[in-house]
């Protein structure tokens, strides 16, 4: 696997792009001026980040440099520092003992049960062994496709039939989990039911039951968000983290034609960090997250743009 830039690379063309050729134009070397400063904010805005995060950024601008020169590197350098400052790090997570258990969330095909995967993957390459339950009971393709990805990775997996109580599931593959010296379990889940209060119902209920076990459990809830979805994202992740407090979030699809720039909207909304982020459908596309990479990505130096 390249490195992380690399690997993001295409899903932050769009707002790349977007992005360095408004400050070509916009910050051309002159006086910073008042309208400078909107047309920035407005390319901010249309390259995905966020409008809160475009005013911050153009405040700052304003605060240090308005009415004298300023050139594009300075300009850029200043944005990539207030970008940094508003993006939380990556969590580096240690993982429980004697069982590290994720819980993974997320809409329909956001990458749940992809991510699911490659991390499991990740994991039992480190020599770990590791258990997925089957808790998106909803979808009977669904647990046949965690079924698929568990022997891809080589890990083991607790799954009942379609339909059944996928806060059973969950309880179930602990106990199994724990029964067989695992050393991790990832929790897949249901990403649509029959309306959303159900779902975040059926969520706040998995929860509960690993709680019984444990009141430290789980010990990550991983909200999964398809980099494509743009500003919508920041509605999606305020709606769960009502209702399933979340530790941090994976941004998938970063490969395609995404709108990468809406990470820093995300990230920055209610400062959840972004733990991974997927770049492909195979199983080693899965990164962790770099903010730097990210940024310096977002806002390239003028020889790459
Ligand atoms: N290109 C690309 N496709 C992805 C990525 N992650 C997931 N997918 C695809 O997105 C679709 C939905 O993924 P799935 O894991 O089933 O989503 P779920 O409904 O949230 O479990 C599948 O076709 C995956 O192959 C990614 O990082 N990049
Ligand atoms: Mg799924």
Redesign the pocket.
């Known amino acids: 696997m390249a490195g992380f830039l690399s690997a993001i690379r295409d899903g932050l063309k769009k707002s790349r792009d977007a992005l360095s050729r408004e400050l070509k134009m916009v910050l051309g070397g002159g006086t910073l001026t008042e309208e400078m400063l909107e047309e920035l904010e407005e390319s901010l805005i249309r390259a995905d980040v966020g409008v809160g995060p475009a005013l911050k950024m153009s405040d700052a601008l304003r605060d240090r440099a308005l009415g004298r020169p300023i050139d594009r590197k300075e300009a850029r350098a200043l944005l990539v520092e207030v970008a940094s400052e508003m993006l939380p790090d990556r969590r580096e997570v240690e993982l429980a003992k004697p069982l590290h258990v994720v819980l993974v969330v997320?809409?329909?095909?956001?990458?749940?049960?992809?991510?699911i995967g490659k991390l499991a993957k990740r994991y039992v390459e480190r020599g770990l062994k590791t258990m997925l339950a089957a808790g998106?009971t909803f979808r009977a393709a669904?647990i046949e496709?965690l079924d698929e990805w568990a022997k891809r990775a080589g890990a083991d997996i607790v799954k009942h039939h379609l339909g059944s109580d996928s806060a059973a599931v969950a309880f179930d593959a602990y106990n199994a989990a724990v029964a067989r010296g695992c050393d991790v379990l990832l929790v897949?889940t249901a990403?649509r039911l029959h309306n959303k209060a159900n779902l975040m119902e059926e969520l706040a209920k998995i929860a509960r039951i690993l709680r019984k076990n444990d009141p430290s459990l789980p010990h990550e809830t991983l909200l999964?968000v398809?980099?494509a979805t743009g500003q919508n994202a920041v509605a999606q992740i305020k709606s769960f983290n009502r209702d399933v407090p979340l530790t941090g979030l994976v941004v998938?699809?970063?490969?395609?034609s995404s709108r990468g720039g809406a990470v820093l909207a995300m990230a920055h909304e209610l400062g959840l960090p972004i733990q991974w982020v997927?770049?492909?459908?195979g199983i080693d596309?899965?990164v962790p997250f770099s903010k730097k990479e990210y940024v310096e990505g977002l806002f390239p130096a003028e020889d790459e743009a």
């Open positions: 997320g809409v329909n095909g956001a990458g749940k049960t992809t991510t998106d669904a496709q897949d990403g999964v398809d980099g998938t699809k970063l490969d395609g997927g770049v492909g459908e596309d899965l």
